[in-house]
């Protein structure tokens, strides 16, 4: 199961290095980049599944964007919240979360941020994955959200990544 703090494979001299903004060799971020397909209610749909460590090595969930091709307009109590979730089945622990609000409509084209609580975070979340950990998208529709059947979802997920046996 994925943890708060990192494993000790994952380094801690490398981890440091990382946080200090000194890259390691063999240390760097790698972009996953999804196309979701969206759905008339909420919907769960996986990004990403953690090898095993001898095929591997180890991952950190390092930062998430997310940009639709329609704009999704919330009106205070009908909008959409779209997060990101880790767990070892479709019914993860959250770990960001982005919703769209009249304050903040997800306009169309626009990359948005999904915040990572890592472990620098007073309350860090489980970003670093286990082996068969699953990364996953949640889209909850509240109240009536408007239909987003036909909206696509581009999801960008850089994983940090240590080589097996480190």
């Known amino acids: 199961m994925a943890t708060a703090t ?6 801690r001299p490398a981890w440091d290095a990382i946080r200090n903004a000194r890259q390691v060799h063999g240390w760097g971020l790698v972009p996953i980049t ?8 909420t919907f769960t749909r996986p990004l990403f599944v953690a090898p095993t460590q001898a095929n591997g090595g180890y991952w950190k969930i390092e930062r998430a964007n997310v940009v639709t091709d329609t704009t999704i307009a919330g009106d ?3 909008y959409w919240k779209l997060s990101l979730a880790v767990g070892g ?3 993860g622990d959250e770990i960001s979360n982005l919703g769209s609000t009249p304050a903040n409509d997800i306009v169309a084209g626009t990359a948005y ?17 286990a082996a068969g950990d699953v990364l996953l998208l949640n889209a909850v529709k509240v109240s009536s959200g408007v239909d987003q059947s036909a909206t696509d979802f581009f999801v960008q997920v850089l994983m940090r990544h240590t080589p097996p046996n480190r």
């Open 6 to 11: 990192a494993p000790n494979g994952f380094g």
């Open 34 to 41: 999804v196309r979701v397909q969206g759905h008339s209610a």
């Open 76 to 78: 205070g109590s009908n």
């Open 89 to 91: 089945d479709l019914l």
């Open 113 to 129: 941020t999904l915040d990572i609580n890592g472990p620098e975070d007073a309350h860090p979340a489980n970003v670093f994955l």
